[in-house]
């Protein structure tokens, strides 16, 4: 039976998978007329002025401590600056479906990291098979034709799982940071983040000189508040709760959610492999939390 904790732990889950999943539609809209590097450190700027704002009308600061410090330093890089640039320029070449199923590997990687760098978040029999189940039906939701394309744009590929691998890796590093206020926390990664992205895009990409359409910069306003500043507050709670590995099943609730976005803004209609997908999606997040006295972690 899943408790009233589990259940908060599953639905913060899922608002941040919702606002994740939307990224890629907006980033898509964004890279129309502005550069990779322009949209990404425009959302980090976006989110980390916005964050800044709510702090100070609450009334709280940002620590002052080198500690806390060094973490927004690694987090606000590792876990913003290098993958949202990364897998802004995969784009341009990427398909989302072929996306989507590179993205699936990540919680692979958090399970193995989390096997071998914490105590408590060792990859079990039941966890890895739940993360087998889940990829599968990625596979099957997007269509196995979708695989044909790996190795294409191999560089472009690339990029995109490396930002999954940069998410996975920060995500582990804030369950070390110190004890502070949610939005202190989200504040000082992405204003850190924008203190080394904003001056790289300006000397780089001089933004003044693009002509973006109205429909650029709204997608990167969006991008900024939504997917970044808010579910970065989110994404702090997940993780301090229920741990990094559990953080990263969103990347199979994606394509799930990618499949309503779909629907809702371009009127596609799911067909039967979207629902086998779904299926076998869904049972390998229950396989994954499956809690057994006697699970034998993989070694």
Known sequence: MINKAQTLDYVALGA????????????????????????????????????????????VSLPTDRQSWTFFALIGVIGNAVPFYLISWAELEVDSSVAAILIGSVPLSSFLIGHFATKDEKLTVPRLLGVLIGFAGIVVMIGPG????LGL????????????????????????????EPVSRAAGVLITASLVSVPICLVLDAPWRQTPDLSSLTAV??????????????????????????????NYINPVLGVAWGYLFFGEE??????????LITAGLIVTQLKRRKSIAVS
Request: glycine share 6%.
């Open 16 to 59: 941040l998978a919702l606002m994740w999943s939307s990224s890629f539609l907006f980033i898509k809209i964004a890279v129309q007329t502005l550069s990779p590097l322009t949209v990404s450190s425009g959302r980090m700027l976006t989110a980390a002025l916005f964050l800044y704002v709510i702090m100070k009308i609450r009334g």
């Open 146 to 149: 979708a695989l044909a394309e």
């Open 153 to 180: 744009n191999a560089f472009s590929q690339l990029a995109i799982v490396a930002g999954g691998f940069c998410y996975v890796s920060a995500s582990f590093i804030a369950r070390k940071m110190p004890p502070m």
């Open 221 to 250: 306003l969006v991008l900024g508040i939504f997917p970044t500043a808010i579910a970065t507050l989110l994404l702090f709670f997940v993780i301090m709760r229920a741990g990094a590995t559990f953080v990263s099943l969103n």
């Open 270 to 279: 799911p067909v039967s492999q979207t629902w086998g997908g779904l299926a």
